[in-house]
């Protein structure tokens, strides 16, 4: 079972302050998607992360892929109350059907304080 | 495009009642799937399909049953539900992005079922 470690669970911060969010895992991954979960909706793609070192860039938010595609990370920077939600990041399994499947972290539920 | 529905939005079940969650999607994807959504425990795969007629089980599939006759339809069952099975349940389909583009696998996903078992 391919598991996803996601840190931290919970984090409150100022309006203006910078983030960094964690996907680890002891797995290989052939991509691994972050998504943003808003209160009584469904998880919504913000990115996904291919290439082992790929970085790339959503306006405030920069995500990295790990070199051996086991971890990754998100970073927002000047964090704002739209930032608030939940944060998941999912790991696609490497061939055949598990190539359909994601693994989920647990998610780290972020607020942003105005 | 309505994308991925699902209904009902809420429901109140006791104790061995049964009932069907709705999921259905118009963006003829080939792969659905099934989650249920904990406090402190993010999304478990239930049930997956990736394609008409063919199901497997994901990571927590007892007391769950599924079906695939049509590309656009995947309905979770319920037999006799639990209060273990009180839930945010959440369908997803995706397809496979063409060869060299991104996003790959994206899934979309409705906007939840919550269920509450008594």
């Known amino acids: 079972t391919q598991l996803l470690e996601q840190s931290p669970q919970f984090l409150s911060i100022q309006e203006g302050e910078n983030l960094t969010v964690y996907c680890n895992s002891s797995?290989?991954?052939?991509?691994l998607q972050w998504y943003r979960q808003e209160p009584g909706e469904g998880p919504v793609l913000l990115v996904t992360?291919?290439?082992?070192?790929e970085v790339k860039k959503l306006k405030r938010l920069t995500f990295q892929f790990g070199d051996a595609r086991k971890d990754s990370s998100l970073h927002i920077t000047a964090a704002q109350p739209g930032d608030t939600g939940l944060y998941l990041c999912?790991?696609?399994?490497?061939?055949?059907?598990?190539?359909?499947?994601?693994?989920f972290g647990k998610g780290t539920k972020l607020s942003v304080i105005p | 495009n309505a994308g991925v529905t699902q209904t009902p939005k809420f429901q109140v079940l006791k104790t061995g009642q049964s009932m069907t969650l709705q999921c259905a999607q118009d963006m003829n994807h080939e792969y659905m799937s099934w989650y249920r959504q904990d406090p402190g425990m993010g999304l478990r795969l239930i049930h997956y399909s990736v394609g008409a007629g063919i199901t497997d089980q994901g990571e927590v599939p007892n007391g769950y049953n599924v079906s695939r006759s049509t590309t656009e339809d995947f309905p979770l069952r319920l037999l006799s539900a639990a209060p273990s099975q009180t839930s945010v349940y959440f369908c997803?389909?995706?397809?496979?992005?063409?060869?060299?583009?991104?996003?790959?696998?994206?899934?979309?996903f409705g906007p939840g079922t919550r269920l509450l078992v008594l």
């Open positions: 999912a790991g696609v399994g490497d061939s055949g059907a598990g190539s359909y499947q994601l693994t």
């Open positions: 992360v291919v290439t082992g070192g």
């Open positions: 997803a389909s995706s397809y496979r992005g063409t060869s060299g583009s991104s996003p790959r696998e994206t899934q979309y």
């Open positions: 797995s290989v991954f052939s991509s």
